[in-house]
């Protein structure tokens, strides 16, 4: 495989060459999407999460190793990805990481943020704010199952000693350095989109049906991947829980953001197993989409969500917030880390 790479970019340039006309319209969608939606909804937390790492955020939390990944993950899946690659990222290269475990974690952290969920798929797209709350449940309730066991298992003695506790940055400085890191990091994220939409619109004539080209948008972009899918004409419950699961998996464009963030990451076995953690998303919303009879008139009766109380998805949703709270009153008892 790693013979075959040095090629993979004339392989590229050759279709570009020969498509020049689509190459560039999709190169015109790519910046557009880029300069109108990510940029200016990724740049404000893209500056919050570089200044907090200058301001010393990441050695915080030192002799607690359980409350500094808890704390890293939640502002990860917060602020969005691929914010969550380089968080966890620089927990490995601070020491306070193994780069076995942050590997383990990262395609479960590295996710969109919960804007993306309210403002483009239920908002703008769905047109049904209501779609925010099986959305948000299935999506983070799978989450909390994968993440928790991670967390709990941490312990203090399993870590390498962590380097000296220098004093942060002044907050002139650490400003200074987070916007320029930033705009830096804004320009890697447009590139990758940009060369995505790219090889979409080369890609669009092999999509025979609407289906098919949803399906390649989703596999390379997930914002136009997200789009097709909700033009297509299918049940509610069938394409919300493919949207989801589809914004769960990120795309090759997320997944080449991704690699940005973390050299040296092999994006095969990262694919797959975000392949896998969108399937798992979307059949959880799947099944759990009957208990909120609110997102559509379908399930709006109340004799109906009450005969499925005792479902597989009312156990499963309960088993996911049974676990939740197990996870946060662990994280809340857990015992400091004894000093050196």
């Not at 939390?61 to 917060?78: E, M, N, T």
């Not at 380097?163 to 804004?186: N, R, V």
Request: aromatic letters at 6%.
């Amino acid at each position: 495989m790693k013979r075959l790479l040095p090629f993979i970019p004339l392989l590229l340039l050759a279709a570009v060459l020969l498509s020049p006309a689509a190459a560039i319209s999709g190169a015109r969608q790519g910046l557009s999407l880029w300069w109108r939606s990510v940029f200016p909804a990724l740049l404000p937390s893209f500056i919050c999460v570089r200044l907090a790492q200058e301001l010393g955020l990441l050695r915080l939390a030192r002799r607690r190793p359980r409350g500094q990944l808890a704390a890293v993950i939640a502002f990860s899946l917060v602020s969005g990805a691929p914010n969550g690659a380089k968080l966890l990222h620089a927990l490995v290269q601070d020491g306070s990481l193994s780069s076995r475990e942050g590997k383990r974690l990262l395609p479960l952290v590295n996710c969109v943020s919960p804007v993306f969920l309210l403002s483009i798929i239920a908002s703008e797209l769905l047109k049904n704010k209501a779609l925010f709350l099986p959305l948000t449940v299935s999506f983070y309730g799978c989450l909390l199952c994968l993440l928790v066991p991670h967390i709990l298992r941490r312990q203090a003695d399993q870590l390498p000693p962590c380097a000296g506790d220098e004093d942060a940055a002044p907050f002139s400085t650490a400003l200074t350095a987070a916007i320029e890191g930033s705009m830096l990091d804004m320009l890697r994220v447009g590139g990758c989109i940009l060369l995505a939409c790219t090889l979409l619109a080369i890609l669009r004539p092999i999509a025979v049906s609407m289906a098919a080209y949803a399906a390649l948008a989703g596999l390379l972009e997930v914002s136009t991947g997200v789009a097709a899918l909700c033009e297509l004409s299918l049940p509610l419950r069938v394409k919300a829980s493919l949207m989801i699961g589809t914004a769960a998996f990120g795309g090759l464009s997320l997944a080449l953001q991704t690699a940005c963030c973390w050299p040296g990451l092999k994006l095969i076995p990262y694919l797959i197993q975000k392949l896998l953690f969108g399937a798992l998303i979307g059949f959880t919303c799947y099944l759990l989409f009957p208990l909120f009879p609110g997102v559509s008139a379908a399930f709006a009766s109340r004799q109906e969500v009450l005969a499925r109380s005792l479902s597989l998805s009312a156990l499963l949703l309960s088993s996911l917030l049974s676990l939740g709270f197990m996870g946060v009153l662990s994280l809340m008892v857990s015992p400091k880390r004894a000093n050196p």
